[in-house]
């Protein structure tokens, strides 16, 4: 399932705590492809804590707690890292990441407390969602078989990898616009990941955030930029982003370009597929500096949008664009001339 949906879902599932409806969800795929992230998130947009429990870091006794003497009995002390309404507030979302990672002797003593929302005396607070998240055994991760007692508890979901989900992600938090040109450019490059050669660092949504991080500290380091990033994204992604990287110098001027003025598009496609992310990225910038201004930019990169010989590169750089900056495209004069210009193309 695209990440777009998967977001949706656990939006849903943690709104359904407050009317009785909610169900457990654990969410499959392999490393990198951002399954944490994507829960974090929701928690995020609510404003509510988060609670992540490794449960491969875990014994049975850090979920069950410790006995002690109380008089004739034996009481259990609840772990502290278990939601409180008092302590952590009465909503939230209790997350058990690397499920798959955990011994089954952990993953036993998470049974209760999955289904019931509870272990022992402890009950889970009602606003609380509870999310998991672990790897396939394909991917070559330290992995046991989910027990049938325990998969029976969850609603179970894949992550696939989706590259316009990832780009509208990456535009939203800032990601360097060469990393989005280089991945419309080779978008099989998203997510490259074979388990059979088990690579150290390979391409994966996690590891261009990374990458991004590399030419942020090291773009003026002409010696050291490839090894930076092929220490993130492997070998050979590394070596095909720099060398991207490096051919920019041939991008014709942004600054003319939103001035409307005649500007030679380039003949390379990879040229191609740079400039229309730098217009994504200088509206997203103009809508934050000056609002009122934006719109100009917007017309612009309208126009320049509808000048394309390939007129599937335009719809490619408006469509990034309205994934970008939402609505406020359709109010636009250049939008509807552009967009009978290539009714054809949108409708076929």
């Known amino acids: 399932m695209r990440p777009a949906q998967i977001a949706t879902v656990l939006e849903q599932e943690f709104l359904s705590t407050h009317d009785g409806h909610h169900t457990p969800v654990m969410l499959w795929g392999p490393p990198g492809v951002g399954k944490s992230q994507m829960v974090q998130q929701v928690g995020e947009r609510h404003g509510m804590p988060v609670i992540d429990i490794r449960l491969s870091q875990m014994e049975p006794s850090d979920l069950r707690g410790i006995p002690f003497r109380q008089g004739e009995h034996v009481e259990w002390a609840v772990p502290a890292m278990l939601p409180d309404a008092q302590r952590h507030g009465e909503a939230g979302i209790l997350f058990l990441d690397e499920v798959t990672s955990a011994p089954p002797s952990v993953s036993a003593a998470a049974y209760q407390l999955i289904l019931d929302r509870r272990l022992g005396e402890y009950k889970v607070p009602n606003g609380w969602a509870i999310f998991a998240a672990g790897n396939r055994q394909g991917d070559r991760g330290v992995t046991y078989t989910m027990p049938a007692p325990l ?32 991945l419309r450019f080779r978008p099989e490059l998203l997510f490259d990941f074979d388990p059979a050669h088990n690579p150290v660092a390979f391409p994966s949504p996690r590891s261009w955030e990374f990458a991004h991080r590399a030419l942020q500290k090291f773009s003026n380091h002409g010696n050291l930029l ?29 600054d003319a370009i939103l001035r409307r003025e005649a500007v030679t598009i380039p003949k390379e496609i990879d040229l191609q597929y740079a400039v229309a992310s730098a217009l994504v ?32 590169m335009g719809v490619m750089l408006v469509s990034d664009l309205h994934r970008a900056i939402g609505q406020e495209i359709f109010a636009v004069p250049e939008f509807a001339p552009w967009a009978q210009a290539v009714a054809e193309v949108m409708l076929y």
Do not use: K
């Open 151 to 182: 998969a029976n508890r969850f609603a179970h979901f894949e992550v696939e990898t989706h590259l316009d989900d990832w780009v509208s992600w990456a535009y939203a938090n800032g990601i360097d616009e060469r990393i989005i040109a280089f």
């Open 226 to 254: 490839v090894n930076t990033l092929q220490a993130c994204v492997g070998p050979a992604a590394g070596i095909e982003l720099g060398a991207f990287v490096a051919n920019l110098d041939q991008l014709p001027d942004l």
């Open 281 to 312: 990225g200088r509206a997203l910038r103009a809508r934050q500096e000056s609002p009122a201004e934006a719109r100009e930019v917007y017309g612009a990169i309208l126009d320049f949008a509808g000048r394309f010989r390939q007129r599937e």
